[in-house]
């Protein structure tokens, strides 16, 4: 993918495109957690604080559930479990868009500021995860933070490339970091997609 990487809709031909690509399997989609337009930044980065984090707001509520029904009535095919990191901004995205009782919390997805001592085994996790095939005829989804995709994947996805609510659309590579295929927005809203924090 070259430097002409940029958010997509299912509705453009380079998402329709995508959209193709995914209902075939064996992608990766990781996506960012969705809107937290006028939410607190973050202030105590603890695990299980929702008060100390910066959260979903209500439009990235209803992005959240856009992804979903967006996705489902697009015929995307989808591994159990979603996986999401578990700052709630992360796991409330994944939980709204797909139902509680398919997402997965694991730590490898963490927010990079909330790795402390950890940060080398969650990018690690990120690389793991992103580069993991799915099974057959699957895709298998992750939700997270830019900044760790940034840190994995490098400048192609950095600045103002990657807004919330959107997935990287991913081909799994051997022995390398994956390929990006696409940028994915299943619910695009007005906003711009980036919070000031």
């Avoid at 979603?82 to 797909?98: M, N, Q, S």
């Avoid at 490098?154 to 994956?178: H, K, Y």
């Avoid at 696409?182 to 000031?196: E, Q, T, V």
Wanted: hydrophobic share 40%; charged share 25%; glycine share 12%.
């Amino acid at each position: 993918m070259g430097s002409d990487l940029r958010a997509v809709t299912p509705d453009d031909s380079e998402g329709a495109a995508l959209v193709d690509r995914l209902r075939d399997g064996g992608l990766v989609l990781y996506f960012r957690h969705a809107d937290t337009t006028d939410m607190a930044c973050d202030s105590t980065y603890r695990i299980g604080e929702r008060d100390g984090q910066r959260n979903i707001s209500p439009h990235g509520e209803e992005q959240s559930r856009g992804i979903g029904a967006t996705m489902a009535d697009l015929g995307i095919p989808l591994a159990d479990p979603i996986l999401a990191g578990p700052v709630y901004r992360a796991r409330d995205t994944a939980e709204l868009a797909f139902g509680a009782e398919r997402v997965e919390i694991v730590d490898g997805l963490l927010a990079d500021d909330y790795a402390g001592g950890r940060l080398r085994w969650v990018l690690d996790e990120h690389r793991r995860l992103m580069n993991q095939q799915p099974l057959s005829g699957l895709n298998q989804v992750l939700v997270g933070h830019r900044t760790p995709a940034i840190m994995v994947l490098g400048p192609a996805v950095g600045g103002r490339i990657f807004p919330e609510g959107a997935a990287l659309v991913l081909q799994p590579q051997d022995g390398t970091l994956p390929e990006i295929l696409g940028i994915l927005l299943f619910a695009p809203y007005a906003g711009d997609g980036f919070h000031r924090c």
